[in-house]
C-alpha cells in the first residue's frame, strides 16, 4: 500500500521561532490535506492543496504542494504557545473510486516553549 | 452546526465483550469513514461508506464492522473485542472539493472515542 513518511517525528521550539515539517510518498497524490490534532480532541483541517507547485496559506501557516506530487510541506511562522499539538498531514488519490480515502503521516509533535 | 459527533467519548471493555460506537454527522456529507489512531502510526481506515447503503474495508479491518443506517449515521461494531483492539477510534465524514480533480474530499472529524479492552 502507499506510504507516507513524515518528518521530524517531534519538535521542540521557542515562542517565535518558525518551524518546517514534510511528508514524502512512494506514490502521487492528486490532493494533499494538513491537519492538526489539540490533546483529546479531532483532527481539525488547516490546509488542502490540489494543485502540484501550489502555495497555500492560512494565516501563519503555508503549506506546498510538491512539483513532484509525492512530497508536501507545511510551514509555521512565528509560533505561540497554542500551536502546540500533533501535525499530521495526509494524501489522497482522486478518482471514481477512492471516495476521498485519505492516507496519513505518522505525525509531528509541536512542543513550544514560552 | 454539531458537524461529527461520537458516542461515547470513552469506553472500557472486557476481551470478548461486544459494542459499537455512533457516529453522525449533519453536514449532508456522502461519505464517511471509521479511523483509528495508535501511538506512532497516524490514523488507519478501518471502513468507510461512500454513500448511504454502501460500505467498504479500509486499511485495518479485522475484528470490526460497519453499517451506514441511513445518510446522517454510520457505526462501528466490535463483536469481540481483542485487547489489540484498545485505541482512539475516529469518525469522519467528506464532502468533494471545488478546487480540485474530481474525486478530491475534504474529510472533518468527529471528537473520537477513546477504548480500551481489557
Known amino acids: 500500500g502507499q506510504q507516507l513518511n513524515q518528518s521530524p517525528q517531534s519538535m521542540f521550539i521557542q515562542e517565535g521561532e518558525d518551524v518546517s515539517m514534510n511528508c514524502t510518498s512512494s506514490?502521487?497524490?492528486?490532493?494533499w490535506l494538513w491537519y492538526k490534532q489539540d490533546p483529546g480532541e479531532g483532527p481539525v483541517l488547516l490546509i488542502a492543496?490540489?494543485?502540484?507547485?501550489e502555495l497555500t496559506s492560512n494565516g501563519r501557516l503555508t503549506a506546498q504542494f510538491g512539483i513532484t506530487r509525492k512530497d508536501s510541506f507545511l510551514n509555521i511562522s512565528a509560533s505561540i504557545p497554542s500551536d502546540v499539538g500533533i501535525y499530521f498531514c495526509?494524501?489522497?488519490?482522486?478518482?471514481?473510486?477512492?471516495?476521498?480515502?485519505?492516507?496519513f503521516g505518522q505525525g509531528t509533535i509541536l512542543t513550544v516553549h514560552p | 452546526n454539531a458537524g461529527v459527533t461520537q458516542t461515547p467519548k470513552f469506553q472500557v471493555l472486557k476481551t470478548g465483550q461486544s459494542m459499537t460506537l455512533q457516529c453522525a454527522q449533519d453536514?449532508?456529507?456522502?461519505?464517511m469513514y471509521w479511523y483509528r489512531q495508535d501511538p506512532g502510526m497516524g490514523l488507519r481506515l478501518i471502513y468507510y461508506?461512500?454513500?448511504?447503503?454502501?460500505?467498504d474495508k479500509g486499511e485495518v479491518p479485522n475484528g470490526y464492522n460497519v453499517s451506514r443506517l441511513n445518510k446522517r449515521e454510520f457505526s462501528l461494531r466490535l463483536e469481540s473485542a481483542a485487547p489489540s483492539q484498545t485505541s482512539v477510534y475516529f469518525c469522519?465524514?467528506?464532502?468533494?472539493?471545488?478546487?480540485?480533480?474530481?474525486?478530491?474530499?475534504?474529510?472533518?472529524f468527529g471528537p473520537g472515542t477513546r477504548l480500551t479492552v481489557t
Open positions: 495526509a494524501g489522497q488519490t482522486a478518482g471514481g473510486t477512492s471516495y476521498g480515502k485519505l492516507t
Open positions: 506514490s502521487i497524490f492528486n490532493t
Open positions: 492543496l490540489y494543485k502540484a507547485g
Open positions: 453536514m449532508n456529507h456522502n461519505s
Open positions: 461508506s461512500a454513500s448511504e447503503g454502501t460500505t
Open positions: 469522519a465524514s467528506a464532502r468533494p472539493t471545488s478546487g480540485g480533480a474530481i474525486g478530491s474530499y475534504e474529510q472533518y
